[in-house]
């Protein structure tokens, strides 16, 4: 065991870390294929212990090349020493991997792992089970699903129809018919081809499918990107005087757009301590027939404070984040992390949770689904939210992370979100990546980063819903596990 493990360890490792290069901002998208296809051939050759570790090595090399953005966060914004954020980013890295050290040990506890069947059913229903767990257990971390490397390719066609995770499941499903063609015998390989060939012909065929109908007139939308920096905005004397010259100044030639949106936070003085300057605003926008979005904080007469965005003049509604942040818009365990290191004292730490049933913000006619930055990551969120909106707005604050591929990521997701839903997302970044996406998760427009500058484009309300939209998840989870439960074997005795 130990031999093998000293070869076997170093290789899931490595596999891990070149699937991150099949998202943005690289794009190898056949990486997303192979590195799973690597891991099914470990676990084919390993028992119950080695899966575990070479899951967990899998899972190090994929999160420890994927999300070490957060560093950037940590050390460069939070101020905190090299060794300390390289041990905080280490821990986050450590507990995402042992989701892929828990889904290799059980799966070879519970099954044969070289069989035809395992590698068709059971390993991409685990995959995707995983990905999902992964988005609720412990407030979630949504990242790198495999589906989002799909963008593009033939396999995008199923996420208007079971979401990113139906497109993960495509990708792990073809992962298990490259080791099956192989590895397998005869038969296997003729099932096999028939698999691969019917997932990528149907999705080949359904790129072109629109489930949702465009409705013919144009609306106009300037999106402001005032590249001020993260910690800028909150500790300047005047942080007012510093929006108002930023984002007043570049605003100046889009009033009359139909919407404008500026980035989170873009007030950084809460309500009601800005309220002079919002109804400036609201006179502003109103007069020129605009609607101005904004992101704002708001305290309320308890103290409670939220993330929120605004409408004003030709719009209507102000929306609190509901699904927060750990550590960008509260902190955990705060009795105890408060005040130990400057990146558990981030500006906005302090934030509460918004209801979950908000009414949509109107602009206009238009009814537009409100989220804020990190809520875009959550595909069953958006779903909820949506309710037949026009369109999808998110306003983010991605300068946290520098110039790494952390907001390249996020945008990806957006664009995934675009997808599922069949409708126009709207993104304004305080730093980039500013964006107009369309209903086929394609770039209309966007500008460069870490440059102030103006986004004009131009969109359309969307109507109709597609079936991830109408139906949700329990379709697929149902398949995924009949695809797990059925047939079943007892316990393996291999350890």
């Known amino acids: 065991m130990l031999n093998s493990m000293r070869v076997l360890v170093p290789i899931s490792i490595l596999a ?164 099956t063609l192989c590895k397998g015998n005869s038969n296997a390989k003729i099932l096999a081809t028939i698999m691969v060939a019917l997932l990528w012909g149907g999705g080949f065929l359904g790129q072109e499918r629109a489930y949702t109908t465009l409705e013919p007139h144009p609306y106009t939308v300037s999106l402001i990107q005032g590249n001020i920096k993260p910690f800028d905005k909150f500790t300047q004397a005047e942080p007012i005087r510093s929006t108002e010259q930023t984002y007043g100044r570049l605003s100046e030639k889009e009033w009359g757009r139909d919407l404008i949106l500026w980035p989170e936070s873009a007030i950084p003085l809460a309500l009601p301590y800005a309220e002079d300057y919002v109804q400036h605003l609201q006179n502003v926008a109103a007069a020129h027939h605009s609607t101005l979005i904004t992101g704002i904080q708001v305290v309320k007469s308890n103290g409670m404070a939220y993330n929120a965005l605004i409408a004003l003049g030709n719009g209507e509604g102000l929306y609190h984040k509901y699904h927060l942040l750990p550590f960008g818009d509260f902190l955990p365990f705060e009795k105890w992390l408060r005040g130990l290191i400057n990146f558990f004292d981030l500006p906005n730490s302090s934030f509460s949770n918004g209801d979950e049933d908000q009414p949509l913000i109107s602009a206009g006619t238009l009814k537009l689904d409100p989220l804020i930055c990190y809520e875009i990551a959550f595909p069953e969120l958006v779903r909820k939210t949506l309710r037949n909106a026009d369109a999808i707005i998110t306003l983010s604050e991605d300068g946290w992370f520098g110039k790494s591929w952390g907001p390249h990521q996020h945008l990806q997701i957006a664009q995934m979100r675009a997808l599922e839903t069949g409708r126009y997302v709207l993104r304004a970044t305080t730093s980039g990546i500013t964006a107009i996406i369309d209903p086929k998760g394609n770039i209309a427009a966007t500008i460069p980063a870490f440059e102030a500058m103006v986004l004009r484009g131009a969109f359309y309300s969307m109507k109709g819903n597609t079936p991830w939209v109408e139906m949700g998840l329990w379709p697929l989870l149902i398949l995924l596990l009949v695809c797990l439960v059925i047939p079943i074997r007892p316990l393996s005795r291999r350890s």
């Open 16 to 179: 891990g870390a070149a699937l991150p290069i099949a998202f943005a901002p690289h794009h190898c998208v056949p990486l997303a294929i192979l590195s799973p296809a690597i891991l099914l051939w470990i676990w084919q050759k390993t028992t119950a212990k080695e899966a575990l570790m070479t899951g967990f090595g899998y899972g190090l090399g994929v999160f420890g090349m994927g999300v070490s953005w957060v560093y950037v966060s940590i050390h460069d914004f939070g101020n905190t020493d090299i060794p300390l954020a390289v041990l905080i980013t280490s821990l986050l890295v450590i507990m995402l991997a042992l989701f892929f050290a828990v889904q290799g040990y059980v799966l070879s506890r519970l099954y044969r792992t070289d069989t035809v069947l395992f590698s068709l059913l059971r390993f991409p229903s685990a995959w995707v089970l995983f990905e999902w767990v992964r988005s609720w257990l412990f407030t979630g971390f949504p990242w790198l699903y495999l589906g989002y490397s799909q963008l593009g390719s033939p396999l995008s066609a199923y996420a208007p129809i079971a979401s990113v995770y139906g497109v993960s499941f495509a990708v792990v499903l073809t992962s298990g018919t490259l080791v």
